[in-house]
């Protein structure tokens, strides 16, 4: 509350403005929602770009590798199996018919598979799933002839992939990787920020009142 004395002739005024204690503490509940899920996108904000810049590097000294090995698919597969083995990626090669003609370690590791036994395999036939989600890009880039990179989540394993597919001779290179981590932070910092969103609105709707 706050007080002030008003003198008018020979008589004695006073004004008062008066707020509702629970107005106040209504407002600074509110304040205090804001500011603690505020810090929470922050710091999910920081961690998040950390991981980006991190993943960025390494994504820039595995581009080089790729474009290396897409050189050398062009020319000659059996050259390059030791670079091929060494990558982060999973790799995989595919005829026009998108049998499997390569498949490195990585891949096997991630596919639960021998890369050996993959060799020959039909895609459609091994990963009937993926035909309406990663099969589409692979088709798109066999017949536009443009590399392209694709995301999206597989079902069968509720995990995401990227991959990164480029036209080779007589079929298709793929570098894929799994991004889950990374899509859960996503999700995760999208949902603080509709929670920081709905808390401000519901702020605002309180304070009108």
Do not use: H
Request: hydrophobic share 45%; with cysteine.
């Amino acid at each position: 509350a706050v007080y002030f004395p008003v003198n008018i002739g020979n008589s004695f005024w006073s004004i008062i403005v008066a707020t509702p204690e629970k107005q106040i503490m209504a407002t600074l509940s509110a304040l205090r929602t804001k500011m603690i899920l505020i810090t929470v996108i922050l710091l999910t904000l920081c961690f998040f770009y950390l991981y980006i810049i991190v993943r960025f590097r390494i994504v820039q000294s595995e581009q080089k590798k790729r474009e290396l090995v897409v050189s050398a698919l062009s020319i000659s597969e059996g050259r390059y199996q030791q670079l091929l083995n060494q990558i982060s990626d999973g790799f995989v090669a595919f005829d026009t018919n998108m049998n499997f003609t390569y498949a490195n370690q990585k891949a096997g590791d991630s596919l639960g598979r021998d890369p050996k036994e993959m060799i020959g395999k039909n895609y459609w036939k091994e990963y009937p799933q993926a035909k309406d989600t990663f099969g589409k890009a692979y088709l798109g880039v066999l017949e536009t002839q443009e590399a392209a990179v694709y995301e999206d989540y597989y079902e069968p394993w509720n995990r995401w992939f990227e991959n990164r597919i480029y036209p080779i001779k007589d079929g298709l290179a793929v570098f894929f990787s799994e991004i889950t981590e990374r899509k859960k932070l996503e999700l995760d910092l999208a949902k603080k920020i509709a929670l920081l969103e709905q808390a401000q609105r519901v702020s605002n709707m309180g304070f009108l009142d």
